[in-house]
Every structure is written in structure tokens, then in C-alpha cells.
């Protein structure tokens, strides 16, 4: 198993522009989410989904689209980047959310900046 | 809202030291509260998962609590290694299904 991978694992971007970061998982998980993590924040919840064709917003949806139309792939849409936006950004997944025994398997990071 | 405060920021210990990190939240309707660790530059790794129903959890020289009644769980660390050294991470699961972090505890373990 790949597990979870997220592509690209760095992009530079100029404020206005959109772009789209890849996230897939092998393990055949229900429960997809995404984070961005700022120094000195933790990680903070932008979208999550629970099943193909159903997705959710987190604590911080704002600038942020997602759809889930597979199981195995989440993608988060930046529709007009800002420098407000420049994070790390960590895809996650689990089986299913309402097990209490549910790991969460994060992928490696997407280093965005945008100038 | 759920918010979970990690305390200390910052930690640095000589080699061998037993040490504890604090991790408390303010809503006790969790699922379960999970400890990461994460390395400079790189994703988080799971190192245990302690469902509602349980008081602890041991994976090697780690060994993790939770009291849900006062909102608390530390992580235990036996024989620190300077391999040791990363940012440790707690986060609970709760209704809304919402993986709540803390902002880390950064560990250094002195040779």
C-alpha cells in the first residue's frame, strides 16, 4: 500500500491564482479531510468527506473547494489564492469516522506559498 | 467548540530521562484522542490511539492516558533517545467529526 500521497509536494503561486492539491489513498478509507498547519496554530480542519459525493465543511472552509467523486481521491480547489494562504497542507484518512478505534493516516505535506 | 492546549511548547531533556507531555481539552464528548509525532519538514505519524472507554494505552517505551471526567491525557516517554526528537501532537475525535489539534509539544533530547 502507497497509502496516502499528496502531490505537488511544493508550489509557489502568485495571489489570483487557482490551482488544485492532489490527495489519493489506497486503503479504501470512507473518511477523507483536509488541514492546513500554521506555525504556532496545530492543524485546523478545512474540508472533510465521509463518502464518495459527500463532503463537509471544517473550521477554516473559506477559499477552499473539494468534491470526492471516487473513494480513493480528495482534491482541494484553491479558487483565488492569497497570502493568507500560505501553509503547510496535510491530507488525512481513516476507515470510517464513527469507529472509536479509527486511525488517522496522514500524508506527507503540501508546501504552498503564495506571493 | 472543542480546543485542546498542550503544555509545554517546548521541552528539552538529557538523554535516559523519563518525561511526560500535557494535553487537555474543554469537551468530553470525544471518541477517541490520539498521539502523533511529527519530524521537521515531514507528515504525522500515528504512535497511539486511546478510544473513550479506555485509561491508557502502551506501544514500547510509550505509554499514553486519558481521563476524560477532567478533560487531560498525558504521553509518557521511558528512556528518552535523541531519536526522540520531533514535535509530538495530541488530537481528539468528537461528535462533529472533527480531528481537534493541540499545537504540539517540541522535544529535545540531548545527547
Known amino acids: 500500500n502507497a497509502g496516502v500521497t499528496q502531490t505537488p509536494k511544493f508550489q509557489v503561486l502568485k495571489t489570483g491564482q487557482s490551482m488544485t492539491l492532489q490527495c489519493a489513498q489506497d486503503?479504501?478509507?470512507?473518511?477523507m479531510s483536509w488541514y492546513r498547519q500554521d506555525p504556532g496554530m496545530g492543524l485546523r480542519l478545512i474540508h472533510y468527506?465521509?463518502?464518495?459525493?459527500?463532503?463537509d465543511q471544517g473550521e477554516v472552509p473559506n477559499g477552499y473547494n473539494v468534491s470526492r467523486s471516487t473513494t480513493e481521491d480528495f482534491p482541494l480547489r484553491l479558487l483565488s489564492a492569497a497570502p493568507s494562504q500560505t501553509s503547510v497542507y496535510f491530507c488525512?484518512?481513516?476507515?470510517?469516522?464513527?469507529?472509536?478505534?479509527?486511525?488517522?493516516?496522514f500524508g506527507p505535506g503540501t508546501r504552498l506559498t503564495v506571493l | 467548540k472543542q480546543e485542546v492546549t498542550q503544555i509545554p511548547a517546548a521541552l528539552s531533556v538529557p538523554e535516559g530521562e523519563n518525561l511526560v507531555l500535557n494535553c487537555s481539552f474543554t469537551?468530553?464528548?470525544?471518541?477517541?484522542l490520539q498521539w502523533f509525532r511529527q519530524d521537521p519538514g515531514k507528515g504525522l505519524t500515528s504512535l497511539l490511539l486511546?478510544?473513550?472507554?479506555?485509561r491508557e494505552q502502551t506501544s514500547g517505551r510509550l505509554n499514553a492516558s486519558l481521563d476524560k471526567s477532567s478533560g487531560r491525557s498525558t504521553l509518557y516517554i521511558a528512556a528518552s533517545q535523541p531519536g526522540d526528537s520531533a514535535t509530538y501532537l495530541c488530537?481528539?475525535?468528537?461528535?462533529?467529526?472533527?480531528?481537534?489539534f493541540g499545537s504540539g509539544t517540541q522535544l529535545t533530547v540531548l545527547p
Open positions: 488530537a481528539v475525535a468528537g461528535s462533529a467529526r472533527q480531528l481537534t
Open positions: 486503503m479504501n478509507h470512507e473518511y
Open positions: 488525512a484518512s481513516s476507515y470510517s469516522w464513527t469507529a472509536s478505534t479509527d486511525t488517522q493516516y
Open positions: 469537551d468530553s464528548a470525544i471518541y477517541n
Open positions: 486511546i478510544q473513550s472507554s479506555q
Open positions: 468527506s465521509v463518502g464518495a459525493g459527500i463532503t
